[in-house]
């Protein structure tokens, strides 16, 4: 038998033997949790998810185990927390603007969009500024308990188009998804045009649209923007954020130790990837400022007049409910206590 053969036969018995192992594994588990990611199961994140929450189910002692699921494995991304709520999902690795039909509340703390200058600044108010006791406090009248926000990037805007500061988006036909990134442009005069992420690179070959909200510079490199797109924009624009939330029925099963480790796994998960899409961002910029592609950050006074039309579609939010009002403070007074705001 030839090597190729029997490496093809030892991984066809590898896949055919997993669904027993996991059975096992399960079998043995005190806490058996199903657990939707916000991303098909071909990105790299939801890979890197699945292998955590398999190390956790060995560093668990066997106490755990989680089967880590693709988004749309059980329900679609605005539909977890009333999978989790009623049972059939026992937790989520998603982000809190897919639940702004809820309460505005969660898209206003799930996309802090050009609040703040960097995720540094965005990060801190959630470790300083009561960022993680306000999201559980949100999601316990849910029935879900937040373990923690796990590291997101901020996003990139390729364009078909050069965009010096904000009066270049009038009249800019822009992809975005619905909601304040939606709102914030049309703000400044462009053309928001809804579409899903599967449809953006032939809007823009095809001339649909001149410009894509869609993801950080290094999965827009991946996605192929930047063979339609000859520049790119740090806006800022788009900061989200994504979180680690598990049912509160079985969070409130767990042992104490067994809370310390999730929530000790999950900031060390966060950090891994805050260390990984850091140096990939590093790289796409070198790759694609090598590849001719023109790249820019707007200057202070564009970020000051983009944050000051944010904070006005905050404060029309912030009327929506308790919570969205609570939010909007919440972020208004970190950003003046670090002087983004007077």
């Not at 404060?315 to 002087?339: K, P, Q, W, Y």
Request: glycine share 10%; with cysteine.
């Amino acid at each position: 038998m030839t090597t190729t053969r029997r490496a093809a036969l030892a991984a066809l018995g590898a896949v055919l033997a997993a669904p027993a192992l996991l059975g096992r594994a399960q079998a043995q588990a005190r806490h058996t949790w199903r657990i939707q990611g916000y991303l098909p199961a071909s990105f790299g994140i939801q890979q890197d998810f699945a292998a955590w929450c398999a190390a956790l189910g060995e560093k668990s002692g066997g106490a755990l185990a989680i089967e880590a699921l693709p988004v749309g494995a059980v329900v679609g991304p605005t539909e977890t927390v009333d999978a989790i709520r009623n049972g059939v999902l026992s937790g989520h690795y998603s982000g809190p603007p897919y639940f702004a039909g809820k309460d505005q509340a969660f898209a206003i703390i799930g996309d802090t969009s050009a609040a703040y200058d960097d995720v540094d600044q965005r990060d801190r108010w959630w470790s300083e500024g009561g960022g993680l006791d306000f999201i559980r406090r949100l999601y316990a009248g849910y029935d879900i308990h937040c373990v923690g926000p796990v590291f997101s990037l901020a996003e990139w805007l390729p364009s078909k188009v050069p965009l010096a500061g904000v009066d270049s988006l009038a009249g800019i036909k822009i992809r975005a998804p619905q909601g304040l990134i939606s709102e914030l442009f049309a703000h400044f005069g462009a053309g928001v045009v809804v579409l899903p992420g599967t449809e953006v690179f032939n809007a823009l070959e095809t001339g649909v649209v001149d410009a894509a909200d869609w993801a950080w510079l290094d999965l827009n490199e991946k996605t192929g923007l930047h063979r339609v797109c000859p520049y790119a924009v740090f806006a800022p624009h788009s900061m989200g954020v994504t979180d680690l939330s598990i049912s509160a029925r079985e969070w409130d099963r767990l042992t104490d130790d067994l809370r310390r480790l999730i929530e000790t796994e999950t900031a060390a998960f966060s950090a891994m990837l805050r260390d990984k899409l850091n140096a990939g961002e590093a790289e796409a910029e070198a790759r694609l400022t090598a590849a001719g592609i023109t790249l820019t950050r707007w200057p202070e006074e564009e970020r000051r007049r983009i944050r000051a039309a944010q904070v006005e579609i905050w404060d029309r939010l912030a009327a929506t409910s308790a919570m969205a009002g609570e939010a909007v403070e919440s972020h208004r007074a970190f950003m003046r206590r670090i002087g983004l705001q007077t």
